[in-house]
């Protein structure tokens, strides 16, 4: 029988932006590395100062922390930005960052100063940072747009935590701001990344922004090759599709097995980690009934066989971040 526990994990999605012991213990308690993701976000401290948290975990205990480094936006319009970005990522790269992380401002908050419109990620500003990465081998974590519940009133969502989420952040509620480009331009604009760069490894964080349908996620697998997705604060929203359609969830999992790694976002929340780890697993790995916030009721656990298990929770993540220490001591 597998046990939680002892079963090798990667978290590929993680994050702490101040050094916590306690994060040290449950990675040995229940044999996990964490990726911790810096990232160009208001809420989130100075690039320079997640940098270096990130650095001293991975100094603390190696073989289970790793980090995926980012770049400010802020100065964009400088003529010099591309190089100084640059100078930054060889220096997370040489340092030990697995990938690059790149965030939902772009898309959603930064204006062109030309005309006002929103920078989007497809805009030709991007294609010297793309050609760098490309060339350089290095993964790129994109965490572009939102839920498609962020474009819909709240009494539309489908999930729950989103309701909650956008209630308490009207901010972030795209449908009460139409002047953000739609949720299909967001999808496209990502998409043609993948178009544009074939030789680009591109991870779409929280299942992509398509987690409302495993079928249309499935539809950019078949197409792109270099496309994964990691699960992290998504979940439930497959576990919802899993209610009414248990056997194509499942199946979906068991297809693309090599595609999606498992994530957590815990966010400075040590509560939130374990028991994601917890519920996911029972989710992941028995036929029992299960719980989340995100579904009313109860629903089945998908009981995913034991080579697909290795994919989601391990060997996935060291295929796509080849510069991962994937070492794991129990």
Not at 258 to 266: P, V
Not at 272 to 286: A, G
């Amino acid at each position: 029988m597998l046990e939680l526990e002892h079963f090798p994990k990667i978290d590929a999605h993680f994050h702490s932006t101040f050094y916590n012991p306690v994060y040290e213990k449950i990675a040995k308690d229940y044999h996990v590395k964490y990726i911790n993701i810096n990232t160009d976000a208001s809420v989130f401290p100075r690039m320079e100062v997640q940098e270096n948290v990130a650095l001293a975990y991975v100094k603390k205990a190696p073989e289970h922390f790793a980090y995926i480094a980012s770049f400010e936006m802020q100065g964009w319009e400088n003529p010099n930005w591309h190089r100084s970005v640059f100078d930054r990522l060889k220096k997370s790269v040489d340092q030990g960052a697995v990938g690059v992380k790149i965030w939902k401002n772009i898309g959603m908050e930064i204006l062109k100063p030309s005309d006002s419109s929103f920078l989007m990620i497809d805009d030709p500003f991007f294609d010297p940072l793309f050609v760098y990465l490309s060339e350089n081998k290095i993964p790129v974590l994109t965490h572009l747009g939102e839920p498609k519940n962020c474009w819909l009133p709240i009494q539309e969502m489908t999930s729950e935590r989103n309701k909650v989420y956008y209630t308490k952040n009207p901010e972030f509620h795209a449908y009460l701001h139409p002047e953000i480009p739609a949720y299909k331009r967001q999808i496209e604009a990502r998409d043609y990344l993948m178009d544009k760069y074939p030789d680009l490894t591109l991870i779409g964080a929280h299942l992509g922004s398509l987690e409302w349908s495993y079928e249309e996620l499935a539809k950019r697998f078949d197409r792109y090759s270099n496309f994964y997705v990691d699960l992290s604060s998504r979940l439930g929203h497959l576990q919802m599709q899993s209610v009414n359609d248990y056997e194509g969830v499942r199946d979906f999992f068991i297809k693309y097995a090599d595609r999606i790694m498992y994530g957590t976002d815990a966010y400075n929340n040590p509560e939130k980690l374990t028991s994601s780890l917890i519920n996911d697993w029972k989710y992941f790995t028995t036929n029992k009934q299960c719980e989340s916030i995100e579904v009313n009721g109860t629903f089945k656990g998908i009981h995913l066989p034991e080579e697909v298990l290795y994919q989601l929770y391990y060997t996935n993540a060291q295929s796509i971040y080849p510069g991962l220490n994937v070492e794991i001591h129990s």
